[in-house]
């Protein structure tokens, strides 16, 4: 089994910066990708960001492409997202995911394993 913990949400200005973390324990290795997801109220749940947890790989949303940084630490077994530039429609509460081989990397279908969420409000 595996456990993802988010952390670092809270309530931004807008031009402001954050950066969310989510910590991966359990079976780990049975990831080989991870991913982070939002969803604003009455919305459905959107791809942010992506990466491949052996290589370079990356991917993000149109809306967030220079803005927002996915990286992580193998070491740690975590994963981050730098939020720069942030936007009140940014505002959500976002998810870590973490998935097997297969499937789209923006899609939430292709992802097993989610967290509990993280609060992100961006002010006006």
């Known amino acids: 089994q595996v456990q993802l913990v988010e952390s670092g949400g809270g309530l931004v200005q807008a031009g402001g910066s954050l950066s969310l973390s989510c910590a991966a324990s359990?079976?780990?290795?049975?990831?080989?990708?991870m991913g982070w997801f939002r969803q604003a109220p009455g919305k459905g749940r959107e791809f942010v960001a992506a990466m491949s947890t052996s290589g370079p790989t990356t991917y993000y949303a149109d809306s967030v492409e220079g803005r927002f940084t996915i990286s992580r630490d193998n070491a740690k077994n975590t994963v981050y997202l730098q939020m720069n530039s942030l936007k009140p429609e940014d505002t959500a509460v976002y998810y870590c995911a973490g998935g097997g081989y297969g499937g789209n990397w923006a899609e939430a279908s292709s992802y097993a394993y989610w967290g509990q969420g993280t609060q992100v409000t961006v002010s006006s």
């Open positions: 359990g079976r780990t290795f049975s990831m080989p990708r």
